[in-house]
């Protein structure tokens, strides 16, 4: 038999594995949740590949090494007329191999993923079963010398996901954001994003009533701690409605706070401010020192993104 008719028939099994291991990188991993999902066929392939990403990558390169190598072998032990005529077959089967067995296939891979992934996901998971043997003692010798990889976290998942779904175009954009801001929020501490002590508005209670609300209205926020001797000793807040409601009363009365410590996790703080229904908290250092302040507004921006208000023009938001 010629060697160029054993020839032919590797080149395909090395373009057949070529195509599926590009269309297993280039499809979209919700495409393949959902053939999973609907049980279409293959599904069982398409599930394995969302369990162990890597196993068919592996078993398509593993059966693309084999049969490259089995196909010099072929023309080493055939081809005998001599060095040029084992040059000759060599440089065929090479220009076969490249054009034919990977830039044919890649080309179409890319451009029909999920079509392609469709037809040649049976012949790759033959392939996987084929070569789950040998793959599985290479793995054992890799592991026992390096580290076992750290299993992805829920969050990691979930970030995957979104980086997924903005390139296939799935959701808005802002509700992309909005979900970024939730994965982020669960591990941001509320020393991240408090105002700190240098730029914290406060009013001193023993102001007279007239100087307090003139204050007040000059800071254009909503509410402002109210502080007595120094601002390391907060003893709560007054709205712009308390004084609007009494200008001329001393800061006798005061709306509560919540405290806080700098590494604690704003998603514990929100809860805790949200059932105490406090509306500013004081973040506290260890020796009882104000470092600044965070409100529940700010809490909030952090899952949703800049909440613009009218006074947000001309001064602060608190």
């Known amino acids: 038999m010629s060697v160029y008719l054993l020839t032919l028939p590797l080149v395909a099994v090395v373009a057949v594995l070529t195509g599926a291991a590009t269309a297993l990188r280039s499809v979209s991993r919700l495409w393949l949740r959902h053939w999973a999902e609907q049980r279409l066929a293959g599904a069982a392939t398409a599930t394995l590949f969302l369990e162990r990403p890597h196993q068919l990558l592996v078993a398509a390169g593993t059966g693309i090494v084999g049969t490259v ?136 209670r023993a102001l007279p009533g007239p100087a307090a609300a003139a204050f007040v209205a000059q800071a254009q926020f909503s509410r402002v701690p109210v502080y007595e001797g120094t601002v390391d000793h907060v003893v709560g807040l007054v709205t712009s409605w308390d004084v609007i409601a009494r200008p001329a009363t001393p800061l006798t009365f005061v709306r509560p706070v919540a405290v806080a410590a700098p590494e604690e996790l704003c ?43 009218e006074h947000d023009e001309i001064g602060g938001d608190r």
């Open 69 to 204: 190598f089995a196909l010099g072998a072929i023309i080493g032990v055939h081809v005998g007329d001599g060095a040029l005529a084992t040059v000759n077959a060599l440089l065929t089967a090479a220009l076969l191999l490249l054009v034919v067995g990977q830039l044919i296939p890649r080309a179409l891979a890319k451009r029909w993923p999920a079509q392609t992934l469709a037809l040649l996901l049976p012949p790759l998971q033959l392939v996987e079963r084929a070569t789950a043997p040998l793959v599985a003692l290479a793995s054992h010798a890799v592991a026992r010398r390096r580290p076992l990889a750290p299993v992805p976290t829920a969050q990691e998942a979930v970030a995957d996901l979104l980086r997924e779904g903005e390139v296939e175009g799935v959701g808005a954009a802002a509700e992309r954001a909005i979900i970024s801001g939730v994965l982020e929020f669960g591990t941001r501490q509320v020393g991240d994003v408090m105002t700190r002590r240098a730029d914290v508005v406060a009013v001193d």
């Open 267 to 309: 998603q514990s703080l929100m809860r805790r401010m949200l059932r105490e229904r406090r509306h500013l908290a004081v973040v506290q250092g260890g020796a009882g020192e104000t470092l600044g302040i965070v409100t529940l507004e700010d809490l909030v921006e952090e899952v949703v993104g800049e909440i613009q208000d």
